[in-house]
């Protein structure tokens, strides 16, 4: 599978240290195992002169206070708090100078956000996506972009899960509906 790097951009969703690292309060096993495949594709992407983004989830302490319904940490608990450890990135994806980075509030990269914009404003319209959960703030990005006339591509070995037959389910429906999947292999990377 090719793509023209001056159109293409990998999506890098939420490798912080929240999700991926071991002391993290919402750490999952899957995730911490997609950071080298991640890496291998930022590399990638870096060498091809592809532009990169990474999202960082990111929740102010009152973000949620007086919630009609949307609440996060009633779901999964308080995680990646605004200034807090947990949500810097691994410390195995430095971000270039070059790499944009989005800062989001909910499972959505897009939602309230300049991501949108910023890929119009580069003349992107595929969008390579790895990182985690494959089947929450992948998934919701994915479908987002798709709604927005992007190419969602899921990088299907570089995204991490809580349980494997989440990210399959996240693939499978994401090609279902709206997009397609690789992987590191199929991109020439692996």
Known sequence: MEHDPATT???VVDMQKGFCHPDGSLYAPGSEAAIEPVVDLVDWAHDAKMDVIYTRDVHPPDQFDGAHYYDEFDRWGEHVLE???????VDELPADEADHIVVKHTYDA??????EGWLRAHNIDTLLLCGTLAN???????????????????????LGFIEEDHREYAVDHS???Y???TTREELGIA
Do not use: I, M
Not at 83 to 89: F, Y
Not at 137 to 147: D, E, M, N, P, Y
């Open 110 to 115: 897009f939602y309230q956000t300049e991501l």
């Open 136 to 158: 929450v703030c992948v998934f919701h990005t994915a479908g987002s972009a798709g709604l927005r006339d992007f190419k969602p591509v899921l990088v299907e070995d570089a």
């Open 9 to 11: 951009a990998v999506v």
């Open 83 to 89: 200034g807090s450890w947990e949500a810097e990135l």
């Open 179 to 181: 997009g397609e999947a």
């Open 175 to 177: 090609e279902f509906l």
